[in-house]
């Protein structure tokens, strides 16, 4: 196992910051994981909130970075662009974007588009996990990445032929913290998938998702006439909105489906696809993402080198 620095790997979204410090053979050797995502370092500067980071853990000055995430959006660092679906995710370190003026070698991977004049979409940060997970899946799947805009996305082999965007973190954040529903849920909080509420409310938004707003306003008045506590309505609300997310990904029991998730999203998603009969194949997303990035880099690396060669 290596211990010397090969490669930093970022990825950088609108509220979060995640670093690993890999060596040459993807060895972890080193992390950092703050709250600093895009919308909150404008003021500082994206190049000295970074580089707080690498002089916390000490890496060399000729260590390159790779960032994948927000930082490459309109309102980012540096805009790094799309790439069009069909899509193959195997390109995204060959259009990468570098960033310029900075003392060490910084790059930043571009986002896949739909633009669809119906229902156009766009991922960022996503692209690099499908890229991580895809090396696992040769053949292709259907991968469902939860958050806070939950991705639904249909690949052969390593092309993204399609994807969907599912706005149900946001959602929740909002209707549990900012509407009449805060008073019934506690304003939001942890979810427990093992908590009967959620299942149910899973089932009740996967099957009947026309009723989803009646259902929503049934947490308010069930804990006014049978005093449903603050977790069971926080439970059967998050139920709710994943079940209709499901509904509308066109779930149906018997179907695979490759979970890209950790954590507490991890265990909700697991747990909710289950319960409308899908077989689940559970990848972790940190895990996709050092992999979609060293793999992105690599890749960089080889047509530079070619480049200069010629």
């Known amino acids: 196992m290596s211990t010397t620095p090969h490669l930093v790997a970022v990825d950088w979204g609108t509220s979060s910051f995640r670093l690993w410090l890999l060596s040459a053979d993807g060895t972890v050797l080193a992390e950092h994981r703050s709250h600093e995502g895009m919308s909150d370092v404008a003021d500082r ?109 249909s690949m052969r082999g390593s092309v993204v032929s399609g994807f969907e965007t599912f706005m149900t973190g946001e959602l929740f954040a909002c209707i549990s913290g900012k509407t009449i529903l805060a008073h019934s849920t506690g304003g939001g909080g942890a979810v427990d998938a093992r908590n009967p509420a959620f299942a149910s409310g899973v089932r009740d938004g996967w099957t009947r998702p026309e009723m989803t707003m009646h259902h929503l306003f049934s947490l308010r008045a069930g804990q006014l006439l049978h005093n449903w506590s603050d977790d069971e309505n926080r439970a059967r609300l998050s139920g709710l909105l994943i079940g209709s997310e499901l509904s509308g990904a066109g779930i149906r029991g018997g179907e695979t489906i490759a979970l890209v998730a950790s954590g507490a999203l991890e265990r909700l998603y697991h747990v909710a696809l289950t319960e409308c009969g899908a077989k689940v194949h559970d990848i972790d997303a940190d895990v996709a993402v050092q992999r979609g990035l060293t793999e992105a880099w690599r890749t960089y690396s080889a047509k530079s080198k070619n480049r200069k060669q010629t």
């Open 45 to 153: 500067g994206f190049e000295t909130v970074l580089e707080g980071h690498l002089a916390a853990l000490s890496v060399p000055d000729d260590v390159p970075v790779v960032i994948c995430g927000m930082a490459g959006s309109r309102q980012g660092w540096v805009e790094a662009g799309y790439l069009d679906t069909p899509a193959d995710v195997g390109a995204i370190g060959e259009a990468a974007t570098r960033v310029p003026g900075t003392s060490r070698e910084i790059i930043i991977l571009p986002g896949l588009a739909t633009r669809s004049l119906d229902e156009p979409d766009v991922m960022r940060g996503e692209e690099t996990q499908l890229l991580g997970a895809s090396l696992d899946r040769p053949e292709g799947a259907r991968y469902c990445m939860p958050g806070t805009h939950s991705k639904w996305v």
